[in-house]
């Protein structure tokens, strides 16, 4: 299933979303998509490069892409801008 | 100049680097690279975005660059990841 390749970094420690995206790397998955919003976007990148670097050496940026997503609140809509970063291997 | 083309992100408010984006396009400049590291990375983010949306509507994406910088501090050295987000209209 699609979804499965999919994290979602919030407010856990970096590393734990490095173990998530490594983990599902050995089980075979061939691309992984991080999504992050706000100030979670600079975690994605980082998530993404620490799994580069020291995990995953063969892993390699496939699209990169960013957005605004509209968020409804109690106080009415507020925009926050998001990431999509894709890493194959 | 292409470094004329370059905004570095840094502690300044958001809408201060977008006005500064905003004004590189009005001099009739056809791309400009928003650059960040560490955790400025989510305001260079932003700043792509509210240009696109708010100002530059016909501003596209180019390439999106994630990599990791090695700093070097007093205390050894430190790596940081950086983000190239370049916008073309």
């Known amino acids: 299933m699609a979804e499965e ?6 407010k856990k420690p970096t590393m734990n979303y490095v173990l ?8 075979n998955v061939d691309h992984i998509t ?17 799994t580069r670097h020291k995990f995953i050496q063969d892993a390699k940026y ?6 605004t997503e509209v968020l409804q609140g109690e106080r009415g809509e507020s925009n926050v801008s998001s990431i999509e970063i894709t890493l194959t291997r």
């Open 20 to 27: 998530a995206v490594v983990t599902q790397f050995n089980n």
């Open 5 to 10: 390749n999919i994290i979602f970094v919030g």
């Open 62 to 67: 496939g699209n990169i892409k960013v957005e």
């Open 34 to 50: 991080i999504k992050a919003r706000g100030k979670a976007i600079s975690k994605a990148v980082d998530i993404a490069e620490i």
